[in-house]
């Protein structure tokens, strides 16, 4: 969620708590009214609103609710161990009856419309994509949701979303029982004018940021549920490239390949399908240690260093600077 | 969320007309330009020409299968079930495959047959550079390919001289049921029996592809036929492609005199022009696709169980793509991106053989002919969905 502060206060909206449910393990959803009897204003979907708790904590919760009925709002709150106490208030100390004062509906996670969609969801961060799903579905897109999760009973809303589209739209993947989500088979492959959303801990997007470096820009959407667990998925810290032939050095971004940052350079590279899948970007490593993300080299040359795919590949954590053959 | 659908156009040209396919580059444009998505009166399929459109499809293979085949029916609805083969496949069958071909042909142990490719490509330009002329596709294209393939595979020499019209028979089959179809399909069996013998397991020489695929029988990746069928696609697919890729960039370069001398300055660029010539004279011109789901491609309903034909030709030369220079030849020009080998999913397992097959011949011949131009007019084939020459003669200089 996000935390940056906004520049102005928004506008409050005092609510009465409907009621408390816990829709899996450590998770409780708030069904919220307004106290006056009002209708909430219009949302979109991937919004959040600020929770005002009493000990003076601000918390951004997404909605989760359907934007059909403005009538209530729905969140839902994972306990989290090591929380400065927000949850743990939310959980422990909130009942139905009780009052809360909440913000209007904000988005920093819009949903931007497209033919085809490809949802990603670890844990709780399925709430904001919740509203996402039923947008996408009423205007008839085509889409796929895998939601990840320790098992079963600690995955909030997996059932209803299950009845509701049915499982060949929502795949539903406990660690438990067949392992994480094979992020490698589902985003192998770079689809046309499919977009990625994805909301869930820091580990699963840093590693989903990789595994789409490969896409075409701006298809990934991002939502941290919790903003300082950065986790880290691979080296993503910018490294130097040094182009053997010419003695050039170009300096390689967190949010862009190596093959990006040579052309732009004004290097020439054979490439073709610049997901790491064809092989075609192949290119001899002078020195330096490369992280193989690609799927073209078997593990032997991967392990063997001589060769690397810079359509995807990226400079080992620990080496700064990479010389190639170009 | 909205998108506003419209109807396709409705175009009345037959793709398959052979005047079309002798010159196909006007007719590409005139159905880029009709409209995203056009309806193709002559075949009863959608058609799909301009590059976003090509590439939304090849890839996205779960609304575009390839399990109806690569021709203009439906093969699910074929009375005789046979197993499908790699290109007519899609997941979960297709991963299988997949997997147990790219474990045998990778970056790896392609690199590795640089060794044994050259010698070839010497012997046979150092004999041509001799003289004042040559044919292009006769005494070059069409023998090379064939000198270094088969033994890759490691087939025996016996049953070779039917892998030619049994690849031109395979590919055809990717068109309609017409003329030219039935021309390649004439000796059908007896091209089909002989191929099919070549695939199994007691034909292969001990290292070779052939070998290592009938490997993953005993790892038990894949099954005994499948093995069978993955041979016989590397032979149906390995061999016609690579002939019309070296051909192609041939006839491309033998128009670009200047691109000639430039790159015997820098032969390093070799494999940039042979990528460019893929681009611009793509050998796999169009197959189709069967739609799996309802779905709306380019602002255009399409419904489930029709057929899509893809002309990657036609999205390599897309000037939305590529710029308005897009018709002609350019060394500077990053061709990355081309759809010639196709993309996501099925794409070319093949690819960096062939890569490698083109650079070598271009490479060597490049190193002993001073200057190549047109001497003729160059044939071009009658193939439903190939593109290449019969002949093309051309006269050199010999370099000193
Ligand atoms: C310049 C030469 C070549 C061209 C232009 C070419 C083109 C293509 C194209 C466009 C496809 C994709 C078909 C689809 O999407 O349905 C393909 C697939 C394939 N090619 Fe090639 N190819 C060439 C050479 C080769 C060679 C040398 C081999 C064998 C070593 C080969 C083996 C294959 C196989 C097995 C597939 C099927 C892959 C799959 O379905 O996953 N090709 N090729
Ligand atoms: S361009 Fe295909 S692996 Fe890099």
């Avoid at chain 1, 393990?25 to 919004?47: H, I, K, N, T």
């Avoid at chain 1, 990840?148 to 029982?177: N, P, Q």
């Avoid at chain 2, 590059?51 to 085949?69: H, K, M, P, R």
């Avoid at chain 2, 997997?99 to 010497?122: K, M, Q, S, Y």
Wanted: charged content about 20%; some cysteine.
């Amino acid at each position: 969620m996000p935390v940056t502060a906004p520049s102005f206060a928004p506008a409050t909206i005092d609510t009465v708590i409907e009621a408390v449910e816990h829709p899996a393990q450590s998770v409780a959803s708030l069904v919220l009214r307004r106290s006056d009897g009002q209708q909430f204003p219009a949302w979109e979907a991937g919004s959040h609103i600020d929770v005002h708790l009493e000990n003076g904590l601000i918390r951004q919760y997404s909605l989760c609710s359907s934007r059909q009925s403005l009538s209530e709002l729905r969140i839902g709150v994972l306990r989290t161990p090591d929380s400065r106490g927000g949850s743990a208030h939310v959980h422990d100390a909130l009942r139905a009856g009780e009052t809360l004062r909440i913000s209007a509906p904000r988005n920093n996670f819009p949903l931007v419309d497209s033919r085809k969609y490809l949802f990603l969801a670890g844990g709780i961060g399925i709430t904001p994509i919740i509203p996402m799903l039923e947008a996408v579905e009423a205007a008839g897109r085509q889409w796929v949701l895998y939601y990840g999760g320790r098992s079963r009973d600690t995955m909030a809303f997996a059932r209803e979303l299950e009845a509701t589209y049915g499982t060949e739209k929502v795949k539903i993947i406990a660690e438990d029982v067949e392992g994480r989500l094979n992020l490698q088979e589902i985003l192998g492959m770079p689809r046309a004018h499919m977009l990625v959303y994805a909301c869930g801990p820091g580990g699963m997007l840093g590693a989903i940021e990789d595994f789409c470096m490969g896409w075409p820009p701006g298809v990934l959407h991002t939502e941290r549920f919790v903003a300082n667990d950065l986790g880290a998925g691979g080296n993503t810290e910018p490294f130097e490239v040094e182009l053997s032939l010419t003695g050039t050095t170009v300096t390689v971004d967190t949010h862009q390949s190596i093959l990006e940052a040579v052309e732009q350079a004004g290097a020439r590279v054979l490439s073709s399908c610049r997901a790491g899948l064809c092989g075609t970007c192949e290119t001899r490593i002078v020195s330096g240690e490369a992280e193989h993300r690609d799927a073209a080299l078997t593990e032997a040359d991967k392990d063997a260093g001589e060769v690397m795919m810079v359509c995807v590949s990226r400079a080992a954590a620990g080496c700064s600077r990479l010389v190639l053959e170009l | 969320m909205s998108t506003i659908l419209h109807e396709p156009a409705i175009f009345t040209e037959d793709p398959f007309d052979p005047a079309v396919i002798a010159d196909p580059y006007p007719f590409l444009a005139r159905l880029r330009e009709a409209g995203s998505v056009s309806y193709l009166e002559a075949t009863g399929s959608y058609a799909v020409a301009g590059y976003e459109e090509v590439y939304e499809v090849l890839t996205d293979f779960e609304t575009y299968s390839s399990a109806g085949g690569l021709g203009p029916r439906d093969i699910r609805k074929d009375e005789a079930w046979r197993p499908p083969s790699i290109l007519e496949s899609d997941p979960p069958i297709h991963t299988v495959m997949r997997r147990a071909l790219t474990g045998v042909i990778n970056p790896g142990t392609v690199r590795a047959l640089r060794g044994p490719f050259t010698p070839p490509a010497v012997e046979l330009t150092t004999a041509l550079a001799k003289l004042q002329g040559f044919d292009a596709i006769t005494d070059l294209a069409e023998k090379y390919p064939l000198r270094v393939f088969p033994d890759a595979v490691g087939i025996p020499e016996e049953g070779r001289e039917h892998l030619l019209p049994y690849g031109n028979m395979v590919f055809n089959a990717f068109g309609p049921e017409n003329y030219i179809f039935k021309q390649a399909f004439a000796q059908g069996d007896a091209h089909a029996a002989a191929v099919m013998k070549s695939c199994q397991r007691e034909s292969m020489d001990e290292v070779g592809f052939g070998a290592q695929i009938w490997a993953k029988v005993a790892e038990g990746l894949i099954s005994e036929q499948q093995a069978t069928l993955l041979v016989r696609a590397l032979l149906s697919a390995g061999v016609d492609t690579t002939i019309f890729g070296i051909g192609n960039t041939l006839s491309v370069l033998a128009r670009y005199p200047e691109a000639w001398a430039q790159l015997r300055k820098n032969p390093s660029m070799a494999k940039f022009a042979v990528d460019e010539a893929l681009r611009l004279e793509s050998p796999f011109q169009k197959f189709h696709r069967t739609v799996a789901v309802d779905t709306v491609l380019g602002g255009v309903k399409l419904e489930a169980g029709t057929k899509v034909l893809v002309f990657l030709g036609a999205a390599n030369r897309d000037p939305r793509k590529w710029g308005e220079d897009a018709d002609s030849f350019s060394l500077d020009r990053s061709s990355s991106g081309h759809v010639a080998f196709g993309m996501g999913l099925h794409q070319c397992v093949g690819q960096p053989i062939a890569r490698m097959e083109m650079e070598i011949v271009l490479q060597q011949l490049l190193e002993r002919v001073q200057t190549i131009e047109p001497a003729g007019a160059p044939v071009p084939i009658i193939h439903n969905v190939l593109r290449g020459f019969e002949s093309l003669p051309v006269s050199i200089t010999a370099a000193r």
